[in-house]
């Protein structure tokens, strides 16, 4: 007696497809765009720092002639300074042919257009064209500095040669 059961009949081994290079696991997405984000955010800075360096410089030079006049008060001086400073900013923002000939009240007037108020040609800063010129002017130095720091921070920041209108 023969108890042999009959032999199975048995594929052979199969082995899985090749795994596709295409699309490429989540992992290797994020290695590709790893470089792409970072050159992206290099680029971003770089723009920024270039567009808001006059700026930064500005206020520098604000907070220096604040320090100045902290030390050793003189507001004909610091009249004289602030209007300088006031006067380099505009020069750097606008075409010099826009900026550089105004003059007393002119140029009070188109400091205000940076500025929701008139606060040059009628608050505080309407001393900036005759403190320089006086002996012992009386100006209120807190309120002339945050007018001036808060005119450059207001001034459009350059974006190129170009029209003026193409800047405003």
Known sequence: MNNAAPPLELRDIHLPDPVAWWPPAPGWWLVAATPVV?????????????????????????????????????????????????????????????????????????????????????GPGAVLISAPFQPDPDIDAAALLALCRRWIRATPQPIGRGLASDRM
């Open 38 to 122: 970072l050159f992206l955010v290099w680029w971003l800075y770089r723009h920024w720092s270039k567009r808001h360096r006059l700026r930064r410089a500005a206020l520098g030079e604000l907070q220096r002639l604040e320090d100045a006049h902290a030390k050793r008060p003189d507001a004909q001086r610091l009249a004289a300074d602030l209007s300088a400073l006031l006067r380099r900013v505009a020069i750097a923002h606008h075409p010099p042919e826009e900026v550089a000939g105004l003059a007393g009240r002119e140029w009070l007037a188109w400091l205000d257009r940076a500025l929701p108020t008139p606060e040059f040609s009628q």
